[in-house]
């Protein structure tokens, strides 16, 4: 079955400081991967899609490139504001329109001044 | 354009007690899910349907739990007997048929004592 890890389950750092949190999957076929972004008592919300027209995706300063050949959708921001205090989760689903969600087990981002 | 809407927000129960939860998805989407979300945990899907069909229910626990969708539109959530266990945050979200982003209601949290 299809399945998303995220190695880092809190990241530290602090402001202006670059971030990257890891996504791998594993999927049978060839998925599209998401980035879900979590505030405090809020529902997910949809920060990037690996599908964007040729385009590298790209939202509030994060970007995300998907990488077949290591199986990897990692995210990345070149410098972290307060404000990215956050769960993030990397998340995959077949290429069919109206498929279900898989989540991985999400990153605590914590930016400190 | 008003978004996934859920209902309540949060309840509390003993054990062995009924909770409904109500879900009422972005006009228009005829793709509606249901997910878990532990404490501190990615979400894990329950059931999805499309329009009023049952597409995936195969980690709903069929005992406990049964959700339906009688009009295609607006969907429920039950527990029957609730359990610790089931304490969690319970997550609705719709998409739409030529779509793939997932849009998420703000869920109902739920602790059961």
């Known amino acids: 079955g299809d399945s998303v890890t995220q190695t880092e389950g809190l990241v530290t750092l602090t402001e202006g400081l670059p971030v990257m949190l890891n996504c791998t999957y594993q999927?049978?076929?060839?998925?599209?991967l998401f980035w879900y972004v979590q505030h405090l008592n809020e529902a997910p919300k949809l920060l990037l899609k690996s599908f964007t027209d040729n385009k590298r995706p790209e939202h509030q300063g994060f970007h995300a490139t998907l990488h077949k050949s290591s199986s990897s959708f990692h995210l990345q921001k070149s410098s972290a504001q307060l404000s990215d205090s956050a769960l993030y989760y990397c998340a995959l689903s077949d290429n069919n329109a109206g498929a279900k969600l898989t989540f991985g087990g999400g990153t605590r981002l914590t930016v400190r001044p | 354009e008003a978004g996934v809407t859920q209902s309540p927000r949060y309840a509390v129960l003993q054990e062995g007690q009924a909770v409904s939860f109500w879900c009422d998805p972005i006009?228009?989407?005829?793709?509606l899910y249901w997910y878990q979300q532990p404490r501190d945990q990615g979400p894990q899907l329950l059931v999805y349907f499309r329009d009023e069909a049952v597409i995936d229910n195969s980690q709903l626990p069929s005992d406990r739990f049964s959700a339906v969708r009688p009009k295609g539109t607006n969907s429920t959530l039950k527990i029957q007997s609730a359990k610790q266990g089931d304490t969690a945050t319970y997550l609705c979200?719709?998409?739409?048929?030529?779509?793939?982003?997932?849009?998420f209601g703000p869920g109902t949290r739920l602790t059961v004592l």
């Open positions: 006009s228009g989407h005829d793709t």
């Open positions: 979200a719709s998409s739409s048929d030529w779509g793939y982003e997932q849009y």
């Open positions: 999927s049978t076929y060839s998925p599209f």
